[in-house]
Structures are given as structure tokens and as C-alpha cells.
DNA sequence: GTCCAGGGTGAAA
DNA sequence: TTTCACCCTGGA
């Protein structure tokens, strides 16, 4: 059974679950593609994870999402964070019809058309980022998350239903409370941020109304933050559509099929395509790193993925 | 067992 | 502009 988004919570004693009809959302590629850290696939194949203070399931379903609350209470607070979430504001539309005739990004949107970008919590955003550096998605993951169930507050049944820590908490918790938890180095980047935060030194609900420049500007000041992390951070929590993100594997697409230089810095680069790619260049960032990230595995698998089938869940 | 890369950053040369 | 240390985990 599905509740019609216009349904008040009067026709029924508890509202179970909601559809949002935000369209078609390609779930994996969206909550587990590198840009959050907290989604889990559970067996049914939708995905389970904290959204504020709620803990949901996600599930893909005709013509948009069916979210569940899995914390016992109901689901009819959840339609606008959810669209919120997986941003629904964004001009995704004109992206497609811009760019549907590129060598690289239409095929990218004929292949995986549900890809979003994501509307997050800039402080867990930032945290994760900070997590990111010379790490990997599933390091990121066992990161955020152990950091998650020590210090977050247990919103749900399961050990991973947990709100993500406040800045105060991590900054309490301290460096070697963080290294001991195997964040490495990036431990001594991380009280800082959440010290800046906690303080109001850094107000990062504000930067979702300043300029992509100034917010940026504002990001780098943080130790351990630099222009590739302040730019997911913008990118997929603060509002900035015009947040182009820039690492080797990006550097490598922009050169095989825009002309960028090969040995072209990385901020030249990111430069070079924030003008190209203007309003839309996080969607076109996402979609290219997607692209990117199939092709290495394709490559890392023997080719055309005919010589081996895909993993059972694609990690 | 060893080796290596992993959505970087900051400091020094 | 380039090089290097920084931590540590999973896969080859």
C-alpha cells in the first residue's frame, strides 16, 4: 500500500510509509557511489540509513521512492526532508536536455539516468570529506560509521540507527580518541573543523546562502580541508550547483574528452570546467566520475564485462 | 607473508 | 611547481 504524499495523518492512526514521486532514483549509484558514507543495502535491496534525526529505508519504486520509517515512528514528517535529500531542487532536467548529445555525459545519462546528487548535512558532509583523504569508499564507510555508533545518539534498533555526532562531541572526544578509533591522520584535522563549528567560528548553514567562492574560501581556512574537499562538501551539502570536483580519475576524463590539458593542475581543471559546465557542473561532475568509475572496473575485470559477471551487489 | 593504492593536504624544497 | 610525510585497511 501506498500513501498519497497528500495524505494527512488523520486518515489513518500511523502512516507506514510515503511515496515521493521524485521520478526515477538509481539508489546504488546515488546513497553508495562516494558520496555518503551511512547507507547500507539490506537484502530487499532498498537502503537503510539516517536521514537527521530519522531512520528510513529507501526503496526504488515506479516513478519515485517508497521511504519506510524504521525507528517506529511515522512517516508523514518525512516527504519534504527526503525530497530535500535527494535533491529534488536541482535543475536536473536541463542538465539532461543540455547535455544530451555529449560524448561523455550522454551516454552516461542514457546509462544511469537515476543518478543524483545529494542534499546532506554539511557537518557530517565535512567530516566524511576530511575522512576522504588518500582513503577509499569502503575505508570512508568503516570510518564515519565506527566514529558514528561511539559518539552518535541510538535513534533505532540497530547499532548503525544512530544520529551523527555533534562537532561539540567529536571536539570533547579528542585527537587520539579518533586515532584510536583508526581515523589515521586525518584525526588531527578533524577536531579542529568540529572546534571551528562547535564555536561558531565556522557557520556552515550559512554558507548554503553565500557565494560558492566565499563559502569555498570559508572551507579552505580549516586545516586538512582543501580546494578537492571543500568542493564535495559544496557539491553535495551546501547548495552549490556550481561545485565542479576535481581528482586524478576526473583529470583523466577531462582530457580524453574536453581537451584539457593532461598535466594541467587540478584547480586549473576545476576551473576549466565550472566555466564549461556552469550551473550544472556537480550533476555533470557526478555522472562523469560515475562513468569513470564503472570503466576502471569494467577494466580491472577483464574488459566488456564479459569475461566475468558482476559481484552479486557490485562491491 | 609483502606490496600497493586509495575521490588529499600542508610544508618544504 | 614538485615532492614527501602523514595513518591504516583491504585486496592482489
Known sequence: MIIPENQTATDITTVEQVFLPVGFVDLEATLDGGQAFRWWPQNDGAYRGVIGRRVVTIAEADGGLVVRPADGKDASGLTHSLSDYMGQDQDLEGFRTRFADD?????????????????????????????????????IKLNVGVVAERLGYSIGRKTRDVSFPEPETIFEAGEQFLRDLGLGFRAKYLVPAAEAVALGQLRLS??????????????????????????????????????????RHILRALHRWYDVPEKASLSYAADWARDYFGEHSALANQYMFHRERLARRAADWGGAHTERALPEDGR
Open 103 to 139: 560524448p561523455c555525459l550522454g551516454p552516461a545519462l542514457r546509462g544511469y539516468s537515476g543518478l543524483r546528487v545529494l542534499r546532506q548535512d554539511p557537518w557530517e558532509c565535512l567530516f566524511s570529506f576530511i575522512c576522504s583523504s588518500t582513503s577509499n569508499i569502503p575505508r
Open 206 to 247: 550559512d554558507l548554503r546562502e553565500a557565494s560558492y567562492t566565499d563559502a569555498r574560501n570559508a572551507l579552505t581556512e580549516l586545516p586538512g580541508v582543501g580546494r578537492k574537499v571543500a568542493d564535495c562538501v559544496l557539491a553535495f551539502s551546501l547548495d552549490k550547483p556550481e561545485s565542479f570536483i576535481v581528482d
